[in-house]
């Protein structure tokens, strides 16, 4: 069991920034690909970004490239959402999930794939 909690949400103006954070607890940390997903009323959970278990190896959904990063700390059990520009189009509840994996190097897109879920924290960007 992996249980994960998010924080760093709120309200920031269009071209703000604001920094997601997921700690997790549980099983150990390391032994997980991490991925963030926002959900926008009224509209499906969306992948956004997603890490391997190293840090290795990244994935951005196209609608964030170049504007958010995601990064890991396996020491402090720390997943993180630095999130740049930000549009009013990003307005969502973000949503950190673990999928434990056996290879390294892998990430996972999919929502269905990812086995632990946190309780999300809402991002409004106000235009």
């Known amino acids: 069991q992996v249980q994960l909690v998010e924080s760093g949400g709120g309200l920031v103006q269009a071209g703000g920034s604001l920094r997601l954070s997921c700690a997790a607890s549980g099983r150990t940390f390391s032994n997980y690909v991490m991925g963030w997903f926002g959900q926008a009323p009224g509209k499906e959970r969306e992948f956004v970004a997603a890490?391997?278990?190293?840090?290795?190896?990244?994935y951005y959904a196209d609608s964030v490239k170049g504007r958010f990063t995601i990064s890991r700390d396996n020491a402090k059990n720390m997943v993180y959402l630095q999130m740049n520009s930000l549009k009013p189009e990003d307005t969502a509840v973000y949503s950190c999930?673990?999928?434990?994996?056996?290879?390294?190097?892998?990430?996972?897109?999919?929502?269905?794939?990812?086995?632990?879920w946190g309780q999300g924290t809402q991002v409004t960007v106000s235009s």
């Open positions: 890490i391997s278990r190293g840090g290795s190896r990244i």
């Open positions: 999930a673990a999928d434990r994996r056996q290879v390294w190097d892998i990430v996972v897109t999919t929502s269905g794939e990812y086995d632990y």
